[in-house]
């Protein structure tokens, strides 16, 4: 049942010098951070949660940096693209978003009745538990989403709970 991995899988918003955008995976984000302008989305939440998430991953990744040297060592020869490849292959199984075992950012014991609409992910839209000025999304029938914005609302209410 395991699919959508967030290390390869097309979910990350960005946008090169030349204007053109498209969607990254953890791994190619990472990789190709020198080529890439920014991180758009229409919420500055997830733009701010997918900065932190990224800058996590790249810590676990390297160690570091543990000082200010390392650090501009970093900005002028880029990232090691070995030890990243070695950290995200090590820890590929915790990265799957639909996952028996592991599901990514989520609790797999959640009985059926209890599972939220995808509303809850985000803050720009209705929760069973609030409601949003001028949003109209029925949260009994919301609807589907893509796990592209699923992942992204995901990834930032859990590095908004850490904060």
């Known amino acids: 049942m395991s699919r959508f991995n967030l290390i390869d899988e097309k979910w990350i918003p960005v946008k090169f010098p030349d204007g053109t955008r498209d969607e990254l995976g953890i791994r190619d984000t990472l990789l190709r951070a020198g ?85 809850k992910l985000t803050a720009e839209y209705n929760a069973t538990s609030n409601k949003v000025l001028f949003d109209h999304v029925d949260t009994g029938n919301p609807g589907t989403r893509t796990p592209s914005e699923c992942s992204r609302w995901l990834c930032s209410g859990i590095v908004n709970l850490a904060i």
């Open 35 to 119: 080529e890439i302008q920014s991180i758009e989305d229409a919420s500055p939440l997830v733009v701010a949660a997918l900065h932190r998430f990224l800058l996590a991953v790249l810590y676990r990744a390297l160690g570091g940096p543990t000082d200010i040297e390392q650090a501009k060592e970093l900005f002028r020869n880029g990232f090691p693209a070995n030890k990243i490849t070695s950290y995200l292959d090590k820890w590929r199984d915790r990265f799957w978003l639909f996952d028996e075992k592991y599901p990514f950012g989520q609790n797999p014991n959640v009985p059926k009745k209890a599972i939220e609409p995808w509303t």
